[in-house]
C-alpha cells in the first residue's frame, strides 16, 4: 500500500435526539451568529427548520439564511453566502441538507477566509487558507460530505463544475439522525444510493499493489449498499434502512476505507461535465457512466472485476475464467441500478451527441483522469458515446 496520514476532525452525532440534546452545545463553542444554508424548503415542510430554529433561538444565538441551494450548488449562491458571512460577523456556518448544501457551505466557509475570488480554489490557481467553522445536519444520504473536506461547486456562466476544498474544510460536528431522510423522494433516495455506490468503486478500483484489507473494507460497504437498497428505497420510513445507507453514506466517503490506496474518479470528473451542462442529478449521472466505464477499462485487472463479482455479488466462479466472471461483475453491476430504478442511458436525460466532443475535451482539461486506467479525450469521447 501506499505510506498515507490521516487525520478526521469530525464529531459524529448519529441516531435519533442527538440534535435535540447537543446542537446548541455545539453551535454555541463557535459563537452567538450562524448562516443557516439550506435548499429547496424540505426542511420546512418536514418540521426539522423549526425545530433547529427553535434550539439556536433558546441558546441566544442570531441567525441569517441562506435558503435555496441548488441540486448542484451554484458559484452564485456561494458568492451569497460569502456576502452575508461577511457582513454580519458570521461564526458559524450550519449546513442543514445534503451533499449539495454541504459543498455549498464549505466553498461558503473558504470564500469567507479568502483573500481573492473563491472560484479561484476550485480552477486550482489559488489555495484555501482558512474557513469558518461549519456544522452539519444531514438529510440525505449520499454524498458523504458530512465527513470530508471535499466539495463540487458549478460555475453554471461558463458551465463548469469543479471539485475543490481544503483541510479547513472537515465539518466540527454533523448530525446524521436517519428519520431526516423518510421524506426524501424516491428518485433522490436512487440517487443518493447510486453516488455513495460510485464513491465506492472510485476506491476499489486503484492500482496500489497489496491492499487486502482495504479491499475487503470496500468491498463490505458494497455489499451493505447492494444488500440493504431496494428495501430502503421501497421503505422510506423504515428506520433500520434508512440508518444503515446514511452509515454506508458516510463510510464509503470518509477516508477511512481507503487509507494507502489511490482511488481512481475518473467517472466522477466526466460525471461533473455531463451535469455542468445538463443540470442533472449527480447520482443519475454516475449510475449511467460506471458500467460503460468498467466495460472500457476490464482488461486492465479482471481480476479485481472477478472479485466484485465472487465477493459481492455471489457468483459461482465454478467452470468459469477470470474474464467470464469480469463480464458477469459488470452485468449484475447493471442489474442492481435497475432493480432500483436508476437511469441507464444518457437517453433517459434526452442527452444526445451534441456536447459529448466539449465534455471529454473539459473531463481532461487539467490532465488525464483516472488512475485504475489513465484516460486521455479520446477514451473519455468513447465512453460517452457507449453511454448514449
Known amino acids: 500500500m501506499n505510506s498515507f496520514r490521516f487525520q478526521n476532525p ?10 435535540e440534546e447537543y446542537l446548541a452545545a455545539e453551535v454555541t463553542k463557535f459563537g452567538k451568529t ?41 458559484l452564485t449562491t456561494v458568492y451569497k ?4 458571512c461577511r457582513n454580519e460577523g458570521v461564526d458559524l456556518i450550519l449546513a442543514v441538507g445534503g451533499g449539495s448544501v454541504i459543498d455549498c457551505s464549505k466553498a461558503i466557509a473558504m470564500g469567507t477566509k479568502y483573500d481573492g475570488d473563491v472560484w479561484e480554489i476550485y480552477e486550482r490557481r489559488g489555495t484555501a487558507t482558512g474557513a469558518l467553522p461549519l456544522g452539519t445536519i444531514l438529510t440525505l444520504a449520499a454524498t458523504g460530505s458530512e465527513m470530508n473536506s471535499g466539495g463540487v461547486i458549478t460555475n453554471w456562466e461558463t458551465k463548469e463544475k469543479l471539485g ?41 478500483f486503484h492500482p496500489t499493489e497489496h491492499t487486502p484489507l482495504q479491499q475487503h473494507l470496500i468491498e463490505a460497504v458494497i455489499s451493505t449498499i447492494v444488500e440493504n437498497a431496494k428495501f430502503a428505497v421501497d421503505h422510506p420510513d423504515d428506520y433500520n434502512a434508512r440508518e444503515t445507507m446514511m452509515y454506508c453514506s458516510t463510510m464509503a466517503l470518509n477516508g477511512m476505507i481507503n487509507m494507502g490506496v ?48 465472487t465477493r459481492v455479488f455471489h457468483v459461482d466462479s465454478a467452470g468459469k475464467s477470470v474474464e467470464e466472471l469480469a463480464k458477469m461483475a459488470i452485468e449484475k453491476v447493471r442489474e442492481f441500478y435497475a432493480s432500483i430504478g436508476a437511469p441507464q442511458r444518457l437517453a433517459d436525460y434526452d442527452i444526445g451527441r451534441e456536447n459529448l466532443e ?22 473519455v469521447l468513447k465512453i460517452l458515446q457507449s453511454s448514449l
Open 10 to 19: 469530525t464529531a459524529l452525532y448519529y441516531g435519533k435526539g442527538q440534535i
Open 34 to 74: 450562524v448562516l443557516l444554508v439550506y435548499g429547496g424548503g424540505s426542511i420546512q415542510r418536514n418540521g426539522l427548520y423549526d425545530k433547529v430554529m427553535g434550539i439556536l433561538r433558546r441558546a441566544g444565538v442570531t441567525v441569517h439564511e441562506l435558503p435555496g441551494v441548488e441540486p448542484n450548488p451554484r
Open 81 to 84: 453566502g460569502i456576502d452575508i
Open 164 to 204: 475543490g476544498g481544503s483541510p479547513y474544510t472537515f465539518p466540527a460536528f454533523s448530525f446524521c439522525d436517519p428519520e431526516n431522510t423518510y421524506t426524501v423522494p424516491k428518485d433522490q433516495t436512487v440517487y443518493g444510493i447510486c453516488d455513495m455506490l460510485a464513491h465506492s468503486f472510485e476506491h476499489y
Open 262 to 309: 489511490q482511488g481512481d474518479w475518473a467517472c466522477h470528473a466526466m460525471e461533473h461535465e455531463l451535469s455542468a451542462i445538463y443540470d442533472i442529478p449527480h447520482g443519475g449521472g454516475l449510475a449511467i457512466l460506471f458500467p460503460h466505464w468498467m466495460d472500457y477499462v476490464m482488461n486492465t485487472n479482471p481480476e479485481r472485476f472477478a472479485n466484485l463479482a
Open 358 to 379: 466539449r465534455m471529454a475535451e473539459q473531463a481532461v482539461r487539467f490532465r488525464p483522469i483516472g488512475n485504475f486506467k489513465t484516460l486521455e479525450k479520446d477514451d
